[in-house]
């Protein structure tokens, strides 16, 4: 329990500030006998996150919509989920905007002296130029958070190379006995049914509500938030097989090697990848999408066989590669 000076000093916020939260009725601090008010735990985890959000520029009444007070686990993690998923936006916008300014830093010293520095500045600007976040902007873009609770029965039942492909591999995986496990973009965890019961599986997927509804299915599977382009290698067990299934056409090519090498680098030496996806088998096709990137077969094998690998390919469809990458010692 804290009165207002000790949370102000522990939280950085002010004595007004507190007092707004409560007129409106963001926070409910109990009043001690002398009518000073007492905060209690939950008043703080409360204050931090109306602090995270009103930076990010959520309005009051948005935040009020965001925290209900008698949470289960589930609520709690949805209202953490929810700053992350914004901070997380934030982080890559300041990214968009360092970028930005670099490049008109590099712009300006290979421009001419004559040229009008306020028309460049400006013309990059306008380009660049982007609304701050809000509340349905962070939600529209959670769209594998919405599809989670309905993955495999609405969009992937009837996607008949799909599912031939996790046959595929669930197959690969039967043969192999017993071993370590991680499935990086797991997804609802589809893979697992029927070949799950009992296997170290480690899930690994950036999407909270696809690795609920994976934990719901098999309980015992450790899970783990994390997005492959950003994750910390070494705070990750290097497991005997990797798989990871229709995750890399949802990354831009210019990440994809990026993520391939994070794949590659969560198995063991002398351990086994599983790569499928969608792919072309046509080079000439890359980019032929704005918004799914089909992995260029032949590009991939070979940047995989760069990594001290031995890689074999196998299609089970006419767009559809897996990837059998042995690590070796
Ligand atoms: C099409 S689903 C495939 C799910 C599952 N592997 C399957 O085969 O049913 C792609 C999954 O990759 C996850 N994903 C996309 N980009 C990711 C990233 N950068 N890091 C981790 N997971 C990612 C998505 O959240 C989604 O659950």
Redesign the pocket.
């Given at each position: 329990m804290m009165n207002t000076k000790a949370v102000c000093q522990r939280l950085s916020v002010t004595p007004k500030m507190l007092r707004i939260y409560e007129e409106q009725g963001l926070i409910h601090p109990e009043r001690l006998d002398n009518n000073y008010r007492n905060y209690s735990m939950e008043n703080l985890i409360q204050i931090e996150t109306i602090s995270v959000l009103r930076h990010l520029g959520f309005s009051i009444s948005e935040i009020k919509s965001i925290l209900t007070f008698d949470k289960t686990k589930n609520e709690y993690l949805d209202m953490l989920y929810l700053q992350y998923k914004a901070l997380d936006a934030q982080i890559r916008e300041l990214q968009n905007k360092k970028n930005e300014l670099k490049g008109n830093i590099n712009k300006l010293m290979d421009s001419c002296e004559d040229e009008n520095f306020n028309d460049i500045l400006i013309r990059e600007r306008n380009r660049s130029y982007k609304k701050l976040l809000n509340y349905d902007d962070i939600i529209n873009a959670w769209n594998?958070d919405e599809m989670a609770s309905d993955?495999?029965n609405r969009y992937?039942k009837e996607d008949i190379p799909?599912q031939k492909t996790?046959r595929r591999l669930q197959e690969m995986i039967r043969s192999m006995g017993k071993n370590t496990f991680t499935?990086?973009?797991?997804?609802?965890?589809?893979?697992w049914q029927e070949i799950g019961d009992e296997k170290d599986i480690l899930a690994?997927?950036?999407?909270l509500p696809?690795l609920l509804e994976s934990k719901k299915k098999f309980p015992w599977i450790k899970v783990s938030m994390?997005?492959?382009?950003s994750l910390d290698i070494n705070s990750y067990r290097k497991s005997d097989v990797v798989v990871?299934?229709?995750?890399l056409h949802?990354?831009d090519y210019c990440d994809q090697y990026k993520?391939a090498d994070n794949i590659l680098k969560l198995c063991r030496e002398g351990g086994i990848v599983l790569i499928a996806d969608r792919c072309y088998r046509d080079p000439a096709m890359k980019g032929s999408d704005k918004t799914e990137f089909f992995i260029i077969a032949e590009e991939m094998k070979q940047y995989l066989q760069l990594k001290n690998t031995e890689v074999k390919i196998e299609y089970t469809d006419e767009n559809m590669v897996i990837f059998i990458v042995k690590r070796l010692v």
């Open positions: 594998f993955f495999i992937m799909y996790i499935d990086v973009g797991c997804g609802t965890c589809n893979l690994i997927d950036s999407s696809m994390d997005d492959i382009l990871s299934a229709f995750m949802h990354i993520a």
